[in-house]
């Protein structure tokens, strides 16, 4: 916190207009000096920063600062970046939705939810207008799994980026394909 920070050294970027003090909160007066001062420091002193900043928030924020904080694969930060990833399709942030589903893709050590994350993330990424990434997760997510059921959303998911793309050709090509192949398996999925 703000009491923790040399007095003097305080005074000095006050008295710069680096900073502004109001009430024990510390706001830079330009969003570049925050930015410079957030890229000097170490990656250790970042991590430390924001999982400081994660015991003081919650919800949505709280989870981005714990996957900021994050050194190695970790479920219950994924965990927590789906809960950010589905309030904010809630609300309608499709692309903010997509990122958070992509972190926890990257944070998941269960290679199953792993996937799931990687088709939320490359699904909202399409739906987003952000094709190429959306393409990649999805194509990411395909060689994690050999499960003909989660094969088949891969590339219904792929087949609707497709027609977003402007390719109903190629679309209807990829999607009736992956239909012939999971019919026997799975009508329902086939005829979707």
């Not at 949505?60 to 996957?67: D, K, P, T, V």
């Not at 939320?120 to 990424?125: D, E, P, Q, S």
């Not at 959306?134 to 590339?155: K, M, N, Q, S």
């Amino acid at each position: 916190g703000v009491t923790d920070v040399d007095p003097v050294l305080l005074e000095e970027a006050e008295n710069r207009n680096i900073v502004e003090l109001h009430a024990q909160t510390l706001r830079f007066r330009h969003p570049l000096l925050r930015a410079a001062v957030y890229q000097a420091a170490a990656a250790a002193e970042r991590r430390a920063a924001h999982a400081a900043l994660a015991e003081v928030t919650q919800g949505e924020r709280r989870a981005w600062h714990l996957a900021a904080a994050a050194f190695a694969p970790d479920e219950e930060v994924a965990q927590a970046l789906d809960e950010a990833a589905l309030s904010a399709r809630l609300r309608g942030g499709i692309g903010e939705s997509a990122r958070a589903f992509e972190r926890a893709a990257q944070l998941s050590t269960d290679s199953e939810r792993r996937i799931e994350r990687l088709m939320g993330a490359g699904g909202g990424y399409l739906l987003a207008g952000q094709l190429e990434r959306g393409f990649g997760l999805l194509d990411e997510a395909l060689g994690l799994t050999g499960d003909p059921r989660v094969i088949a959303e891969v590339h219904h998911l792929k087949g609707r980026g497709l027609m977003f793309a402007g390719s109903p050709t190629e679309a209807h090509s990829s999607l009736t394909t992956e239909a012939e192949r999971v019919a026997s398996l799975d009508p329902d999925k086939a005829a979707l």
